[in-house]
């Protein structure tokens, strides 16, 4: 299937182990959220951009995440149809 023709969904249960995903928790309370409006709704986002064209913008979240990024997330998403084969990720 190429790209815009239809949907895709991974499904990837277990990729962020637990004591990773209870760090994040943990780290949640300290976080800036931004609350622009939402372009669908006008209610807030209350969303917080933590990666930007391939980089980490939180330094905090990086130090927990940057291990199940590179070697768990980033290589499903290579295999995926998502990806083309030979392409950048």
Do not use: N
């Amino acid at each position: 299937q190429k790209m815009g023709e239809g949907a895709v969904l991974l499904r990837a249960h277990g990729i962020v182990p637990p004591e990773v995903r209870e760090a994040v928790w943990a780290l949640i309370p300290r976080l800036s959220f931004d609350r622009d409006a939402d372009s669908v709704d006008g209610a807030p986002t209350f969303e917080l951009r933590w990666a930007r064209e391939g980089r980490f913008t939180h330094d905090g979240l990086a130090a927990l995440l940057a291990e199940t990024v590179e070697e768990r997330l980033l290589p499903l998403l290579r295999r995926s149809p998502l990806c083309d084969q030979g392409s950048e990720l």
